[in-house]
């Protein structure tokens, strides 16, 4: 199949011959690749416009119509696809722009975002807390806010371990369903 002309590859590549598409792109891609290099520094998207070319070229082989050379479809996908390329990456480059201009704007409304919510999380929190029975709103509040000890809350409120234990559990089951 290698020796064959273009237009004879074609053919067999409307009959979806696998082989005849892999002639076609060992034919053209090392030439196609230097054209787009040309235009486009990173090797990365130099490859990533090359395979379009040939995924374009595949997902269409019923619809073109290819003389005797197959070059001149491939050389006018390559063109597009570097035009597409371009445009994007230029968009990218004035959206990145602007994001980084108007960073502070962003971040201002993040953090006053963030504040309401944490307000919002701990007005919920003091309203269940409110609603807990005396002796796991103290236990809860000295486990969670005190950071104090499961045994050192025991002796405080003169309970037993295990009871703190259940408190604490029982405390977070709560805010766990309240919550979400």
Known sequence: MKTWSDSQLFD???KDNKIAFSVIFD???DILFRF????IDSVPDVEDILQEVFISMWNRRNKIEVGASIYPYLFKA???????WLVKNEKRSRHLEYLEV???QYLISANSEDELIAKELAHLLDHEMAN?????RSVFRLSRAEGMSIKDIADQLSISEQTVKNNVSMAMSRL???LK
Do not use: C, G, H
Request: aromatic letters at 10%.
């Open 102 to 104: 108007n960073k502070d």
């Open 27 to 29: 034919r053209y891609s």
């Open 12 to 14: 067999e590549l409307k």
């Open 78 to 84: 390559a063109k597009y696809e570097v035009i597409d």
């Open 36 to 39: 787009i290099q040309k235009r």
């Open 176 to 178: 766990k369903f309240k």
């Open 132 to 136: 807990m029975p005396p002796t796991m």
